[in-house]
């Protein structure tokens, strides 16, 4: 049984900590083993944990004869990079608040290509998405926006820009969804998706935001016209989580994230976002580690193949 808890507490919080203590391959792979396994490898045949290492690094299972290794199975299957390299992207991703695009990761690491530092990113991105976890509760906002480039449509506008909706709880958590419209039912499925039944909503009084689309919960609406001036933005915190992540996607990404991509730098957005209150960075670091080995192999051919835009309501 692995106490991920425990392995979160211990994780270096600085960069001179984790240097200091994943030094080599022997140290990040010792790490892997701890956090895939525990004390020692299983067998993915037998559930066996008695093994022979071999001089390739990799286990042999003594009951059944199946050969392993730390990455099989995970989204660094089959890499030949070392894995201190990995660990360090790993850190360099989920420490910089604003994320880290693949033209710095590429200098950083020396990468002779983009498309690797590319691909390493995006299987780094696609563990930041927890299928598990809790919708957002209490007392929460929810609104609209729009990310991207210059549009001649005033107010809402469809052309060049991608929709996204937010909800945030206030100073708490978010979710950001890049939506395919913004009819009834993708309101309602975003909401359904990411708010428990038992929160209370705030809005900006736009018309798909009704029981229509929030059902039952208790909905407040702070109507925004031009001659009226609030004080203190009722929907702030959901203003706040969207106009961060406009910042990296100008400021990192410099604007060029397709939109078939979209929601795997929204998911990478709200992973940061969601932990900015944690103590240490590396702890940050240390649920992306967790999350990388409870995820299944991903191939660049895949990513490319398979991102699409609105990827949360595919299957709504
Ligand atoms: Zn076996």
Redesign the pocket.
């Given at each position: 049984m692995v106490d991920f808890e425990a392995i979160w507490r211990d994780f270096p919080q600085t960069l001179a900590e984790f240097e200091e203590i994943f030094p080599d391959e022997a140290a990040c792979r010792s790490f892997l083993i701890k956090l895939r396994w525990g004390d020692a490898p299983m067998?993915?045949?037998?559930?066996?944990q008695s093994f022979w290492e071999l001089s390739n690094g990799r286990f042999e299972?003594s009951?059944?004869?199946?050969q392993t290794s730390v990455t099989a199975g995970t989204p660094l299957h089959g890499t030949r990079k070392p894995l201190k390299m990995w660990f360090r992207a790993i850190w360099e991703m989920t420490t910089h608040k604003g994320g880290i695009s693949a033209k710095d990761l590429q200098r950083i690491m020396g990468f002779g290509s983009y498309k690797t530092a590319w691909s390493w990113l995006h299987k780094l991105r696609r563990c930041a998405f927890d299928s598990s976890r809790e919708p957002l509760d209490g007392p929460a906002q929810v609104d609209d926006g729009y990310i991207g480039g210059r549009s001649r449509q005033p107010g809402r506008p469809k052309d060049t820009k991608a929709l996204v909706f937010v909800a945030a709880e206030v100073n708490g958590r978010v979710r950001i969804e890049h939506a395919p419209s913004l009819e009834i039912k993708s309101v309602k499925a975003f909401v359904d998706r990411n708010l428990k039944a038992s929160s209370e909503i705030t809005t900006d009084g736009w018309v798909s935001f009704s029981s229509k689309s929030l059902g039952e919960r208790p909905h407040c609406q702070h109507f925004q016209e031009k001659k009226r001036h609030f004080d203190v933005d009722p929907i702030q915190s959901a203003h706040f989580a969207l106009s961060l992540f406009k910042r990296c996607w100008i400021g990192t990404y410099h604007g060029a994230i397709s939109w078939k991509h979209l929601q795997l730098y929204l998911d990478e957005f709200e992973f940061r976002f969601n932990r900015r209150k944690t103590k240490g960075v590396g702890r940050i670091a240390a649920r992306l580690f967790q999350s990388l080995v409870q995820n299944p192999p991903i191939t660049y051919a895949s990513i490319v193949a398979s991102s699409r835009p609105c990827l949360r309501f595919e299957n709504p």
């Open positions: 067998c993915l045949r037998c559930d066996s299972c009951s059944c004869g199946r």
